[in-house]
């Protein structure tokens, strides 16, 4: 069964320092979303995708965190420099259209520790 | 900014007994949907509810809408150890952005 895949699944690193997240969404998926989940909460939208556009980006915050879809297929979010309140889950899901109906696939997340 | 908050917050059953989760939120949709997510994974799409339909099954589970007081409700019956998980209501947002707004969740824990 195709999956959206991650990496890397945790990662820990120090204040200031930069980090990038890869997804790689299910063959064929056009719309690409990243996801910030901070803990006991549900997740927030920071970037959508669909093929190599940005469609919504509002919540994404501009001056450390970036995303991009080169090709239309994956795609990396970066965020440098990182600091203590960007610790949470980092998902990233993928539908075949855009749109409300849609239903979207996440993959398993990335966990960042920023200590 | 969250549109659906679901309640309770946290709920506790024994194996066999019905689950029920309710979802609130305060402006018009297209469609509302439910997810699963297991302790520290991605979450899984459950079911879909469109602003017309009032309720849905799929398996054991359930959903109802009711547009008119803005709510939904998740129904697990005969519920199993392996549904402890958390649950998330998604809305989007009639006649503005497509994008799911999540809830907070609720945390089933199912015990055996």
């Known amino acids: 069964e195709a999956e959206v895949a991650q990496s890397p699944r945790y990662k820990i690193t120090e204040k200031s320092q930069a980090v990038a997240f890869w997804c790689d969404p299910i063959?064929?998926?056009?719309?690409l979303y990243w996801y910030r989940q901070i803990l006991g909460q549900g997740p927030e939208l920071l970037v959508q995708f669909q093929d190599e556009s940005v469609v919504d980006d509002s919540q994404l915050p501009k001056d450390r965190f970036s995303a991009e879809r080169l090709k239309g297929v994956d795609s990396t979010l970066k965020i440098q420099p990182a600091e203590l309140g960007d610790s949470a889950m980092y998902l990233c899901a993928s539908s075949f259209g855009v749109g409300p109906y849609n239903e979207q696939f996440f993959g398993p997340g990335t966990r960042l520790t920023v200590l | 900014s969250q549109q659906g908050e679901e309640d309770p917050q946290a709920l506790s059953i024994q194996e066999g007994e019905n689950a029920t989760m309710n979802c609130s939120y305060k402006?018009?949709?297209?469609?509302l949907q439910w997810y699963r997510q297991n302790s520290g994974r991605g979450l899984v799409h459950l079911i879909l509810i469109r602003s017309n339909e009032r309720e849905k099954h799929s398996g054991r589970l359930r959903v109802t809408l009711d547009t008119s007081k803005k709510s939904s409700s998740l129904l697990i019956t005969a519920s199993r150890a392996a549904d402890t998980a958390s649950y998330f209501c998604?809305?989007?947002?009639?006649?503005?952005?497509?994008?799911?707004?999540f809830g907070k969740g609720t945390k089933l824990t199912v015990n055996p």
């Open positions: 998604a809305t989007d947002k009639q006649g503005g952005s497509e994008k799911l707004v």
């Open positions: 402006t018009s949709i297209n469609n």
């Open positions: 063959s064929g998926h056009a719309t």
